[in-house]
Structure formats: C-alpha cells, structure tokens
C-alpha cells in the first residue's frame, strides 16, 4: 500500500512471549473490564486469583480454586463456548477497507501497494492517479509537479530529509511512519543496520494503533523465524488480527493455511472475504479450488461478481493514465 516501505514501553520480545490466543485475549478483557474482587468460593474480597481457561471468575488461592472447580466447571466451559463463538463471528465477517477512500479524489483507495502513496510530509495515504496528476493553481495553471498534491509541500530532496519527515510523524504516533520505520530496521535500508528486534517493537507500535500491515508482518516474522523462533501459532494469531482490521494478504494466507490443513470450508470464506476487498491471489484460489471440485461453480461466479465490484469502486479515469503511463502505478 505504500510506495515506501517505510514499539509501548516493552519490547517486541516480551510482548511476544507473553502474546495470548485470540480467544483468550477476549476473555482476558472481559476480566480487566469488571472491578469483581470476591472469591467465587468464599465470598472474601481481594480475590486476585484467576480462572485460567475462561478469565472470569476470581479465587483468594488456589484452595478455593480447587474447591470450587467441580461447581464451576459447567459455567467455565459455557464461557469459553461462547467466546469462541464471538471470535468466530468477528474472524468471518467482511471488515472495512484498510484503507479509506483518497482524499484528494475521494475515490476508494486500491488495496495494491501501487495504487497508492504515503506522505511523510502530512501523513496522507493519496491514490496513484491524483500523485501522477499534474497540479494546478487557483488560475487554473499547470504548476511544478514536484509537490504534495494533497498539503502542497515540496518532496524531500535526500533521504536524511526523508528519514527527517517519517521522524516527525512517528513522533505524532502515525502509525504508518511507525511501521515505515520497523520496516527500515528489519531490511536494513535507509541507512539503517538490519535488526530484526527493533522491526517488531516498531511493528507493535503500529498494530497497537490499528495498522493492519504492522500486524500482517509480525505473522511474517513468526512464520519465517525473522527475529524469532518459527511459531505457526502466534503467526495465525497475527495473522487474524491484522485480516480482523482489512489486511488482505494476512487473510489470504489464513485462506492458505485453512487449505493445507484440510478445512476447505474455512478457506473458502477467507479467501471469499479476501476478493471482496480486492485481493486477486484469492480469486485464483478459488478458481482452483473449483476446478479441484473443492469448491462449487456458484461459489466461483460470486468471486468473480466480488472482483468486479471492487474494481468498480476503485478504477478511475486518472489512475489508469497513471498506470498507462508508468507500469509502478498499475493499481489491479
């Protein structure tokens, strides 16, 4: 999405080593919400301890805990039940665009990288046809190009000015500068030496802040050992919360993984979700998986119908000159 590829007071370690599953995270906001500190066995207040599976009963100590396991166990396994449920329900419904619309042609934003660009003077995410557009002055003449089409700021000169800018706005808690940044330190670019640790506290940063991409490359990193150990578990869970906020290529590759473990059902509604939001890998997914007889004729039509809605949202008279003009501006 971003033409440059451009971290809470823990670091990305610890907060990977603490990361819960999905489920439990849920149950474990459920607990952090209530201000109950009484011993579901005694009745005593200042009850810290936790249920451990369902997070949302509280014990003086593990006496009680074990007291009242027995009587618990039927409303323990209810909560779980239930927040499976919830988790399933908000996994597999279609999530808003990662991106809004262009805020210059107020045009849906494509979900390619190259249909759009990120501005480090202003922190606006514009589309490839209003950045490759020529601008113009309140008379109506041709200006020097060489500009923010959005806040008319002339572009950086030198990387130190670029790096200057994308400072700027992570100390504004932009969370495209702080993703950017991660992404410096993980490839080593911009002058920056590899560091695979730094990336991921940059990319919790950003997640933190609801910047899908961020969470999409944490699922990277635990899926390819980069900065830590290879956990297909805390890749998936990653993975989900990135898909939850419109990343698409995370939700392509939980469609992936739904498939290679047998669960066609599962990967048919990812990738189905994945189309809607414009993602072409998961048409052709489908498409295989139909002429594999894992998926049916209907099911393929409605990807295709799906594409073609998104394309219709976001193709433009403007950005296919862009792209015409300039293969870097292809946008679908």
Excluded: W
């Excluded at 906001?29 to 936790?50: F, L, P, Q, W, Y």
């Excluded at 100590?61 to 323990?76: F, G, I, P, R, T």
Aim: charged share 30%; with cysteine; glycine share 6%.
């Amino acid at each position: 999405m971003n033409n440059i590829n451009i971290s809470n007071n823990n670091t990305a370690t610890n907060n990977d080593d603490n990361a819960l599953g999905v489920i439990e995270q849920l149950q474990t906001m459920r607990v952090a919400d209530t201000n109950v500190s009484i011993c579901a066995n005694c009745g005593k207040e200042g009850a810290k301890n936790i249920c451990n599976k369902c997070k949302q009963v509280k014990y003086c100590n593990a006496v009680c805990k074990k007291v009242h396991k027995k009587k618990h166990k039927k409303d323990c396994e209810e909560h779980i039940r239930l927040a499976a449920e919830l988790h399933e329900e908000e996994l597999f419904k279609q999530p808003p665009p990662a991106e809004k619309d262009c805020p210059i042609c107020f045009v849906r934003l494509p979900t390619l990288d190259n249909g759009s660009k990120y501005m480090t003077c202003c922190g606006k995410v514009i589309c490839s046809g209003c950045d490759y557009a020529p601008l113009y002055d309140d008379q109506g003449n041709e200006v020097d190009n060489e500009k923010c089409p959005f806040c008319r700021t002339p572009v950086h000169d030198s990387d130190e000015e670029l790096l200057e800018r994308v400072q700027n706005r992570m100390e504004k808690d932009d969370p495209i500068a702080l993703y950017n940044i991660g992404c410096y330190h993980r490839d080593g670019s911009y002058g920056f030496p590899q560091d695979y640790h730094k990336a991921l506290e940059h990319f919790h940063q950003a997640g933190e802040l609801s910047y899908a991409n961020a969470y999409c490359d944490i699922g990277i990193a635990y899926e390819n050992g980069e900065g830590v150990k290879v956990n297909k578990k805390k890749a998936n869970y990653y993975y989900e919360l990135a898909a939850i906020r419109g990343n698409v290529s995370a939700r392509y590759n939980l469609g992936i993984e739904e498939e290679n473990e047998g669960n066609m059902d599962r990967a048919l509604k990812h990738y189905m979700i994945a189309v809607g939001a414009g993602d072409s890998d998961s048409v052709n997914s489908i498409k295989r998986m139909y002429t594999n007889g894992q998926a049916t004729k209907e099911d393929y039509m409605k990807a295709l119908q799906l594409y073609q809605e998104y394309l219709g949202e976001i193709k433009s008279t403007q950005r296919d000159e862009a792209a015409a003009a300039d293969e870097d501006y292809q946008y679908y």
